[in-house]
Nanobody
Framework: QVQLVESGGGSVQAGGSLRLSCAAF????????MAWFRQAPGKEREGVAA???????RYADSVKGRFTISQDNAKNTLYLQMNSLKPEDTGTYYC?????????????????????WGKGTLVTISS
């Protein structure tokens, strides 16, 4: 059974950093398009970053230069390093896995494209 478990969320001040982790069980992360999404209160869930099976990465414009997505295939774990955090980065962050081609078609940021989801971890950035 496929399972994704996020951790690493918390509360920090603007300008600070957090590192999110997503442990995967039941499949191999390197076979899929892996992504991080976030959802702020009252807003739609949006794609933040994705990493393809070849290690190439994609980012939403709002986080480029501040966030870095990576994965450790030996640990079957996905990461999101978040630096220079802003209050608008506040939300619940979700780990997701979709078909490998989602990363190459540009559809990785579409919620309906992803097949598996974690339960999320809350990130709160104060000004």
């Amino acid at each position: 059974q496929v399972q994704l478990v996020e951790s690493g969320g918390g509360s920090v001040q603007a300008g600070g950093s957090l590192r999110l982790s997503c442990a995967a069980f039941g499949y191999t992360v390197s076979w899929y398009c892996m992504a991080w999404f976030r959802q702020a209160p009252g807003k739609e869930r949006e794609g933040v970053a994705a990493i393809a099976s070849d290690g190439s990465t994609r980012y939403a414009d709002s986080v480029k230069g501040r966030f870095t997505i990576s994965q450790d295939n030996a640990k079957n774990t996905l990461y999101l390093q978040m630096n220079s955090l802003k209050p608008e980065d506040t939300g619940t962050y979700y780990c997701a896995a979709g078909p490998y081609y989602a990363c190459y078609s540009g559809s990785w940021s579409t919620r309906s494209r992803m097949d598996y989801w974690g339960k999320g971890t809350l990130v709160t950035i104060s000004s």
